[in-house]
């Protein structure tokens, strides 16, 4: 079956238990069981996984491009840091969507730039938890154009 990994990086294991102001109210786990009911629907395996290491984010990249997954990736603070991800998804060749769940261009300044965005097929931000379905949409869509 096709597959789509639902990448999370760094904190969002708190997501619903801290700063539901900012984040909103839904944990990463109701995140989850909303992809894989989304996934379902398009026809997709979702592979959710969680990290708050660099590494274990960059490892996956390069697994969903050995087995030709596409990506929707949050990679929350490491999107304005890691030149180690765009390098990754450069070199895996993966179709990745960027989400965020808040509006990080109306955010601290340090929060516009992002190093994925530039290797991203496209970002969608400021739609809470909302972002990660309106995500999975994108890429199946691309996933059927480029057929
Ligand atoms: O808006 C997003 O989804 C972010 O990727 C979230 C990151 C932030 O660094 C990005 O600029 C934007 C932060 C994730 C931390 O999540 C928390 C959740 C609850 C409590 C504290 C942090």
Redesign the pocket.
Known sequence: MKQIFVLN????N??????PG??GVATLDDIRISCEAAGKELGYNIDFRQSNYEGDLVSWIQEAGEKEALVLI????Y??TSVALQDAIRAARVTVVE??????HA?EAF?HHSYVSPVAQGVI?GFGAEGYILGLRALAASATKQQ
């Open positions: 990086g760094p904190n969002l708190l997501l619903g238990k801290r700063e900012i984040y949050n990679p929350a603070a999107t304005h989400v965020h769940l808040s509006n990080i955010r929060r931000c």
